[in-house]
Structure formats: structure tokens, C-alpha cells
């Protein structure tokens, strides 16, 4: 799990008021309403609640939704730790097959420029499955199952281009990136 904090002001002396929580959804559409997709949170000395969707016609959370939340919530002077449970970048292997440099502004730029899973009718086994344009697209960077992260080695994880097994955090990956990207944009001083 990696996340997010808004520190304090106090050097060495991170005090986090605020803890959210995802338990994060790969499935459908970036606005598919997704029983997978939770939020929990913790302020002050309060125990953790789970967190319902705003008020409306979905049912839960939505991936667009939820990073829609999180832009407002990280945008409070409250000082905050955010875990997500997929990845935020990809193995070493992808950068070098793929000729990136190290840099997570380009990666989140690059990976969204192929996988645009933020997309309204897009989602991540469309653009592995099927046959047009979009897909092509990302198929042009799409890993291999053994190239792991440094963490995936030493947690005998598995890759974030294992798909379809169970455990997985592939899907969950590739439909989180683009929205990590947008949080991005939006609060570009935010410490990651």
C-alpha cells in the first residue's frame, strides 16, 4: 500500500490528523458504480468508519467519484496519509524496455496516453481483449508477468502485469494510474 500525505509543518515531525484508506476496484468503467471500491477514514483519535459515496444515483463508489473526493479532501489544511491498495508505478524492466526516463510525471502521462482508462466507455479488459485502436494503443505497453517492482520481489508479490488470478493487483493498477495523474494535476504540490 503507498499513498499519499500532506505533512505538517514541523520538519521530522510528521503529524497525520487524517487517514484514508481504499480499498480499490479494477472492474468495469471508470463510472461504474463498484461494490469493490471502499473508503475508510480516521481523524483525531476516532476510530475508522467506512465512508459512503456522496449522495446520488450510484449506489457506491465510482473510480471518478472517489478521486473527485480525494481532490477536495487533500485540498483541506488537514494533514493527511492516504493508502490505495495498487500500485503507483511499474517495474524497472517497463521503463527500460519502454525507453522512459525515471520521472512519475512522464510515466503517469505516458501510461494514461495508452491505458486511458479514465475514459467514460473504457476499461481494463477492453484494452487487453479486444481489436481496435484503443487497444493497440495499449498493447504497445503492456508488461510481462516476471518483470516485478523491488517490493514485489522482496513481498514474493505478484507482478502488476499478473492479470486474472487471484490476488491480483493488475487490474486494480492500470484502472488507478490515470487517476492517479488527475489527483496530480490537481494538487501538484502534494508530497507522494
Known amino acids: 500500500m503507498v499513498g499519499w500525505m500532506r505533512l505538517a509543518g514541523k520538519e521530522n515531525a510528521i503529524q497525520f490528523q487524517r487517514t484514508i484508506g481504499i480499498d480499490y476496484s479494477g472492474a468495469e468503467t471508470a463510472d461504474s458504480s463498484l461494490k469493490g471500491l471502499r473508503v475508510y477514514k480516521a481523524e483525531g483519535g476516532d476510530p475508522a468508519m467506512e465512508i459512503a459515496p456522496p449522495r446520488g444515483p450510484k449506489r457506491y463508489w465510482t473510480r471518478r467519484g472517489l478521486s473527485t473526493w480525494l481532490i477536495e479532501r487533500l485540498a483541506e489544511p488537514v494533514p493527511t496519509i492516504v493508502g490505495i491498495d495498487h500500485a503507483f508505478s511499474f517495474p524497472e524492466a517497463y521503463f527500460e524496455e519502454n525507453a522512459l526516463p525515471r520521472d512519475w510525471d512522464v510515466f503517469l502521462d505516458d501510461f494514461h496516453h495508452h491505458w ?46 499478473h492479470f486474472d488470478v487471484t490476488g491480483q493487483v493488475a487490474k486494480s493498477t492500470h484502472a488507478g494510474l490515470p487517476f492517479l495523474r488527475r489527483i496530480r494535476r490537481a ?4 508530497h507522494v
Open 116 to 161: 486511458p482508462t479514465d475514459a467514460p466507455s473504457l476499461y481494463v479488459d477492453f484494452l487487453r481483449h479486444q481489436r481496435d485502436a484503443a487497444a493497440a494503443l495499449a498493447a504497445r505497453r503492456t508488461g510481462q508477468r516476471r518483470w516485478r517492482r523491488k517490493v514485489e520481489e522482496l513481498a514474493r508479490a505478484k507482478s502488476v502485469f
Open 187 to 190: 494538487l501538484p504540490k502534494l
